[in-house]
């Protein structure tokens, strides 16, 4: 009788675990896709909120980046309805080399006309889109530009006059360079390997791997000899370049990227179809703002 209840208890809990798992199984995850577009959105308002747009500025602007949708939507249709041939022409290519037969000479022409008919199609756009962040980078003022430039995309800007891009967390760093200058000698000497890994491992939990893998392996020699000049400072010396030294651990833990120039920079945000309801919502709210500093 025991044995029958012990292995009525087992056949119910492996019911529950398996309806659990279904149950799990047919839940939808959340939509990565929205999440990521409200991230975009955020960081592009950072952006106009830290540009201090006029209204004519901001009618520009989205005008502009109108503009660049109709040239982009264009181009792709014409690709489209080229990427059939192109399909067909790719096929009998591979058909040709699977054999190891010469591609015939029409169906190389074929392919090389499409082809060069595809690319100047994109450098058409290219070129017609430079020439619109052209007109924008015109119309901005001095404070504007120099905004554009220094502009990294962030969620949560930083506090202060220039709310655009990310601050540094002077006080995060403070009190873990704190906490690593207060371990004795003998023990910073025994785990210092450990302490780095530790810090590259969140390093790449928290930003992913580094666009340049020479960087990446560069990164637990720079953190060590970094944490050992840390500790070898005297209290008063890290408290006058703590600012300085956080600056310069966010620059180790994540390198800057190749700073785009401004064209570029226009091109991808002021010109990004995302702009044009933003810019609408903002002449909605303000439709009489003042006029940029020069």
């Known amino acids: 009788m025991g044995k029958k209840r012990t292995f009525i208890a087992v056949l119910a809990a492996v019911v529950s675990l398996a309806g659990a798992v279904r149950t799990l199984a047919q ?72 054999e190891n037969r010469d591609v015939p000479r029409d169906l190389a022409q ?23 962040a052209a007109e924008i980078e015109k119309s901005l003022g001095r404070h504007q530009v120099h905004a554009l430039e220094g502009f990294i995309p962030c969620i949560i800007p930083p506090k202060g006059e220039s709310r655009v891009g990310q601050a ?6 403070a009190g873990r360079m704190e906490r690593l200058r207060a371990a004795p000698g003998r023990m910073y000497a025994l785990r210092r390997d450990e302490i780095v890994a ?3 491992k969140e390093v790449i939990a928290k930003s992913g791997p580094l666009a340049d893998p020479a ?7 720079k953190l ?9 400072l005297s209290p008063v010396d890290f408290e006058v370049q703590k600012e300085k030294l956080a600056e310069e651990f966010a620059a180790i833990v994540k390198p800057k990227a190749p700073a785009l120039d401004l064209t570029k920079k226009i091109e991808a945000f002021l010109l990004a179809p995302e702009v044009i309801p933003l810019l609408n919502e903002k002449l909605l709210l303000n439709p009489a703002g003042r006029s940029p500093r020069k």
């Open 224 to 232: 060590g000899e970094f944490f050992d000049r840390v500790r070898a």
């Open 198 to 200: 530790r810090n590259v």
């Open 215 to 221: 960087a990446e392996e560069e990164l637990p020699g």
């Open 27 to 98: 839940t939808p995850l959340p939509d990565l896709d929205k999440t990521e577009a409200a991230r975009r959105e955020i960081r592009l308002i950072n952006l106009l909120n830290g540009l201090d747009l006029a209204p004519e500025q901001m009618t520009l602007i989205r005008d502009k980046a109108e503009e660049s949708r109709h040239l982009v939507e264009e181009a792709r249709a014409a690709a489209a309805a080229e990427q059939g041939e192109l399909g067909s022409i790719l096929a009998a290519i591979r058909a040709c080399r699977v």
């Open 168 to 173: 540094v967390d002077v006080k995060g760093f």
């Open 110 to 132: 074929r392919f090389h006309a499409l082809d060069a008919e595809l690319k100047a199609g994109r450098r058409r756009v290219e070129e017609a889109r430079r020439s619109l």
